[in-house]
């Protein structure tokens, strides 16, 4: 079997995508193995998750950098002491340098809870109610240096049910992010999805 892409996980809270991005990369024919999980937030659920998964982890906050430059260049580090080939961004709520952006692009994914190019930034769910779509979803798509931007690797959808409220509209795209992802990194770290700038 050919090597598997080592893959770091960028959180910031639950790390529910994470954790379906570990349990894959259990299968040892999974063409991935998760390297590394980094957290911007102390607390976030997912650091205990990835620690007793026993996956190495990182926690570094950016009130103690001077610059979002000089974070990104700390997460870059973390990031080459784990050998990192590909990253995957899961609930990782921080904007990067452009930098930073320019220096992962192409190797870098991240999964949004809504169908890109609509509803990008905030409350992506709620913005997909207030607008009465009838059809939802999530997308993984390459990270570029805009924000919730770049060429997407697949989407998953869902209906828009009657009397859906935020809560359960999300819960339903939640559980297809759990299977998106997945299924994006393998495609990814086999060479099956190449990034190609739109
Ligand atoms: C997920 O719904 C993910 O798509 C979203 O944050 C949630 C994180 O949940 N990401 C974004 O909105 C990125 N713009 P998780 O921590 O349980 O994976």
Known sequence: MPERKRVAILISGR??????LIEAARDPNFPAEIVGVFSNKADAPGLAFAREAGVPTAFRSHKDFASREAFDAEICAILA??????????????????????????????????????????????QALDAGVTEAGCTVHWVIPELDDGPTILQRTVPVLAGDDE????????????KAYPEALRLVATGAAVYRAD
């Not at 790390?15 to 379906?20: I, L, P, R, T």
């Not at 809560?167 to 759990?178: G, N, P, T, V, Y």
Request: net charge positive; proline share 5%; with cysteine.
């Open 81 to 126: 002491g784990w050998n990192t080939e590909l990253v995957c961004l899961a609930g990782f709520m921080r904007i990067f340098s452009t930098g930073f952006a320019a220096n992962w692009t192409g190797r870098m994914l991240n999964i949004h809870p809504s169908l890109l190019p609509a509803f990008k930034g905030l409350k992506p769910q709620q």
């Open 167 to 178: 809560a359960s509209l999300s819960a339903r795209i939640l559980a297809e992010e759990h």
């Open 15 to 20: 790390g529910s995508n994470m954790v379906a």
